[in-house]
């Protein structure tokens, strides 16, 4: 799938080319390097968040921000946001009760005001909805 979507040579690196976000006046970063620089930042400071709950937020503000890759930031940050939660035995986080619309304001909030509190609302609600889906799954 991720072939359609990339170059094979463009698959799992940081990217070396301009992206622009179509919907907003947000510009990523443009430099390859100063990508590299702030992903390497990413990794420490999420090595050093001790909380799962935490660093899945993390992740899910982080990669749609900096638009590491040419295309697919914010489905990678979808994946890899689980990450921390399955590490801790935790309940993964699914956005399928999500409406799409507050999904797009919370990355505008972050990419046009620097607010993350969008986001973060929309992910402990989703949590929540998902935690009584298990619950009701499981019961």
Request: glycine share 0%; charged share 25%.
């Amino acid at each position: 799938m991720w072939e359609k979507l990339l170059l094979k040579e463009e698959l799992g690196t940081i990217r070396n080319k301009l992206v622009e976000i179509w919907w907003s006046t947000y510009k990523p970063l443009d430099n390859k390097f100063q990508l590299e620089e702030e992903f390497e930042k990413f990794l420490e400071k999420l090595n050093k968040i001790k909380n799962p709950f935490e660093q899945s937020l993390f992740i899910m503000v982080f990669i749609p921000y900096f638009q590491l890759f040419l295309d697919i930031n914010k489905r990678t940050s979808r994946i890899v946001w689980n990450l921390p939660l399955i590490k801790h035995n935790l309940p993964v986080l699914s956005l399928i009760q999500l409406e799409k619309k507050k999904y797009i304001l919370a990355i505008l909030a972050i990419y046009e005001l620097n607010d993350t509190s969008l986001m973060q609302n929309l992910w402990v609600e989703n949590y929540l909805l998902n935690l009584q889906r298990y619950k009701n799954y499981f019961n």
